[in-house]
């Protein structure tokens, strides 16, 4: 089973904001839901392009530093 992480990285790079709302509904990261949210609010609603682009960024920017994170640490559990 996929973390959460690799869902919502999955979700993000293929434009599947159902599948992303639903996951922001059901993490137990609260950071992530939040990011997830502010993205999908600009999204939806924003007519500035780079709120979109930013919101956007700093979501992948989470994902990215949370898989990482959980690789290390569980590698670092292993040994």
Not at 69 to 75: A, E
Request: glycine letters at 2%; zero cysteines.
């Amino acid at each position: 089973m996929l973390p959460d992480y690799e869902y919502a990285l999955n979700y993000v790079l293929w434009g599947r904001w159902d599948d992303l709302f639903t996951l922001m509904i059901r993490t137990n990261d609260d950071m992530l839901g939040k990011k997830i949210q502010l993205f999908l609010n600009a999204y939806y609603y924003s007519s500035k392009q780079k709120e979109i682009i930013d919101t956007h960024d700093e979501l992948l920017f989470y994902i990215d530093h949370a898989i990482v994170s959980s690789t290390i640490h569980s590698h670092t559990m292993h040994v």
